[in-house]
């Protein structure tokens, strides 16, 4: 149709601009009110393509490109976060120091031996390498669930232990990003929130503190940026997220469940 296509290198430099103008817009927008970014969020896939010991990016090649558009495919799986950090560093127009964190999700994960975290700070470790960039901190999403079966739900806190182990060894600010919990019984069943008994939820509320706890004694007080607690109530059944599921520390009716005592628990010491 008479169109000529990019090289990679002027999709680069095209993606870049767009990249640049749109970090800049935010950054005018929030005026420097806002001091805390999720720079990139998830970043890291669950594949290692090429065998190196480490989970790639997410690509085209590894994710739903049909679905998604991947920047590492176009700026480079090195430079993509690079620029994204450092474009906004350049654009930041506060006062109080920037801080900007890598989030993800799974990083809690036992089933692989918390290999997708370990894959996070390497490519931290790679982005950073050029000696500018500087990443301060990581963000664990952590949409966990309490599971009936003893086994899984022992090899579940060991890989959070681990996981909270190995954020402290980085140095990086650690921050629980997007709190929630379910529960699945024994069977492997997830329980709608009808369907979860009281002692259910006393065993919900005692994960809730393990995780709290464990944050707030492995993870150095000048590393703690803080703990979001992703949903305020339960799920509703037309909910997009996690539906009829008692992810909530209320009820939809704003009664405090036990899961809210231990988390005022946790955070006093208590």
């Known amino acids: 149709g008479g169109n000529t296509p990019q090289t990679p290198e002027e999709k680069k430099d095209t993606l870049t601009k767009a990249m640049d103008q749109w970090i800049k817009g ?3 927008a929030t005026k420097g009110l806002v001091v805390a970014w999720d720079a990139v969020n998830e970043a890291i896939s669950g594949v290692d393509g090429d065998g190196d010991g480490w989970y790639d990016l997410q690509s085209a090649e590894n994710g739903d490109p049909s679905a998604n558009f991947y920047w590492q495919d176009y700026l480079g799986a090195e430079d993509y976060v690079r620029i994204v950090v450092n474009k ?16 993800d999700y799974n990083l809690e994960s036992d089933w692989d031996d918390n290999k997708k975290l370990k894959s996070l700070i390497h490519w931290i470790e790679v982005w950073e390498a050029d000696g500018v960039t500087n990443i301060d901190g990581i963000g664990t999403q952590m949409h966990v669930s309490f599971h009936g079966n003893a086994e899984t739900q022992a090899a579940q806190e060991a890989a959070i232990i681990n996981m909270f182990e190995l954020m402290a060894e980085t140095g990086k600010l650690v921050k629980i990003s997007e709190l929630d919990m379910g529960y699945v019984d024994a069977s492997g069943t997830t329980l709608t929130t009808g369907q979860v008994t009281e002692e259910q939820q006393k065993q919900m509320a ?16 000048a590393q703690q940026y803080g703990i979001t607690q992703w949903c305020l109530t339960d799920a509703p059944k037309t909910s997009g997220w996690r539906a009829d599921e008692p992810v909530g520390i209320w009820t939809q009716g704003y009664q405090r469940k036990h899961i809210y005592a231990s988390f005022a628990e946790a955070l006093a010491g208590e």
Do not use: Q
Request: proline share 6%; aromatic share 14%; glycine share 6%.
């Open 26 to 28: 935010m950054m005018v």
């Open 88 to 103: 906004a560093r350049e654009h930041y127009a506060g006062t109080a120091p920037l801080k900007l964190f890598i989030n």
């Open 206 to 221: 005692g994960f809730c503190k393990f995780i709290i706890s464990n944050y707030l004694n492995i993870i150095p007080e």
